[in-house]
């Protein structure tokens, strides 16, 4: 994203953030990658192809977690929920056919079957400071789901949603599918209660401001899972072998991997398309994969992975159009 001065959401603050930052806005969620794994040894063979504890897991619980190939890398990263009878993946946009294809190798005679959800169902996502207190009054068959991540199914007007919270946006966001004989009455609905619609730019922004990695741009294969700092909720050191995990293990006993994913405040009107690198005295020492102009900093913000060394708050680093300063915390 090359930002200029009509990209700037502080020139005059878009409702669409102000609605997602500080009360409540939705948008639909539709292009996302949505998967449901059926089958008796699902827990099992998921167990021994990502990076978390999935067969620790009660009906309605979830976890975030890589799917890495044998050296390791990061080739998926994903929410997965546990129901009765089936797990549901969830991930960003056209990861569907390269994680099924890379799992698909190891099925082998496990009674596994991976099922594309996403044409049957409608998805939206609800978001910020006040979403759960809105979702209450609308689905008040039974409380939302809590924990980060999980999910549970709730009646509305005698049809079943499935509502999910997970980390996506800060403060709060919660992930909606419905089928799609009932979609158009909820989307209704949705648009009639006066919470605001929010345009993809103001989505986008508050992701970059929540500190939030999307696979396909600032998780690629080229990463290690370690490297977005994220152990303590994505990766069980406890669980027993997987794919990638003597990778994975060798790392944690090292004590460190040489890239951190971070925050990026840059001191500029404008920035060079991403990806783009950041320099510290003449060595390249960071490269930035997403920008945005962020109200909250009235300055450009960025995600992406500095060298450690590098990597403290408030480290000074440079571009050709703009230094920048690292951060250690979302806003």
Known sequence: MNIDSSDRLSDVVDPDYVALRDAVGWCGWDRFTRYLVHGADREKFLQAYCTNDVVRL????????????G????????????????????????????????LDRYLLR????????????????????AAREWLSGQLPGGPLP??????????????????????????DCYLIAV??????????????????????AAVECCR?????????????PDNLPQELGIDDRAIS??????????????IDALGHVNWMFRMFQFQSDGLPPVPFE????????????????????????????VRRGHHADGTTLECPEATAKVLTRIL
């Open 58 to 69: 009660e009906p309605g619980q979830g976890c975030e977690a890589f799917v890495p190939n």
């Open 71 to 102: 050296q390791g890398k990061a080739i998926g990263f994903v929410n997965l929920f546990r129901e009765s009878d089936r797990i549901v993946l969830e991930t960003t946009p056209d990861q569907g056919p390269t994680l099924v294809n890379h």
């Open 110 to 129: 496990s009674d596994v079957r991976f099922e594309d959800d996403a044409p049957r169902v409608r998805r939206m996502m609800v978001a910020g400071p």
């Open 146 to 171: 809590e924990a980060l991540p999980s999910s549970r199914g709730l009646q509305w007007r005698g049809q079943t949603l499935w509502v999910a919270r997970l980390r996506w946006l800060l403060p």
């Open 179 to 200: 089928d799609l004989e009932h979609a158009t009455s909820w989307f209704d609905h949705l648009r009639d209660s006066g919470i605001r619609e929010c345009n993809a």
């Open 208 to 220: 970059i401001e929540s500190g939030t990695p999307w696979f396909g741009s600032d998780i690629t």
């Open 237 to 250: 050191f406890k669980k027993g072998c997987y794919l990638g995990q003597e990778t994975i293990a060798r």
């Open 278 to 305: 950041l320099t510290s005295q003449g060595k390249r020492v960071a490269r930035i994969t997403s920008t945005t102009w962020s109200p909250r900093l009235a300055a450009p913000l960025g995600l992406g992975y």
